[in-house]
């Protein structure tokens, strides 16, 4: 059985909910584990893992996984939001996974808003870790194709083309298919949300 694992997907593909679930389960079997995440990841709890449906667990919270040592009894580690730590980090996880007992369980995006990988999700990748898509439907009206691609718009529905890769938040973002990120993002330079989803809204009137 793998030892490191990687579920992965867009924003609100229930990544975290399913976390929290398997947290639930490995509880109530007995099974030792810890659940952590970056501390850069704040949205809803600084000592908490939340669900945007409700489903919540405890989660230590830490900038970075340098002098991380999981307890000796531990069989599980819970990792969300796992894109925001470092390919140092991951090479961390690979050791724990490589030269203990535990399984390692990672949750967290590819991509960025611009269409490039994190770097530690890259270094997953890179690592073999045991692959599990996600999937869910792009956001876009009428769309039915596989959201894998995340576009961010300002308060006024423009597309943003630039700025931090980490930029925790949900409202301003959009999980699409490739086909709706390839043709907004650099095809359409004035495209406008807002009137997007007016005009979309009106069509079906």
């Not at 876009?140 to 931090?164: K, Q, T, W, Y």
């Amino acid at each position: 059985m793998a030892k490191l694992h990687f579920y992965y997907g867009v924003m609100a593909s229930s990544k975290s909910a399913l976390l929290c679930i398997n947290a639930y389960n490995l509880k109530r079997t007995g099974n030792k584990f810890e659940v952590i995440k970056p501390s850069v990841d704040n949205r809803d709890s600084t000592s908490k893992i939340v669900s945007r449906i409700g489903l919540s667990t405890d989660a230590r919270t830490i900038p970075n996984l340098d002098s991380y040592k999981p307890r000796r009894d531990t069989q599980f580690i819970l990792i969300d939001e796992v894109q925001f730590f470092s390919p140092k980090d991951i090479d961390k996880l690979v050791e724990i996974a490589d030269n203990s007992k535990t399984t390692i369980i990672c949750y967290g995006l590819v991509v960025d808003s611009n269409g490039n990988m994190f770097p530690a999700s890259k270094r997953l990748f890179e690592a073999n870790a045991e692959k599990h898509e996600i999937e869910t439907v792009c956001e876009m009206p009428g769309c039915v194709n596989s959201a894998s691609h995340h576009l961010r718009f300002d308060e006024f529905g423009n597309v943003i083309r630039d700025g931090s890769q980490v930029e925790v938040g949900a409202s301003q973002y959009k999980s699409v298919c490739r086909q709706h990120f390839n043709s907004i993002y650099y095809k359409l330079p004035n495209f406008n949300l807002l009137k997007y989803m007016h005009d979309e809204k009106n069509k079906h009137k």
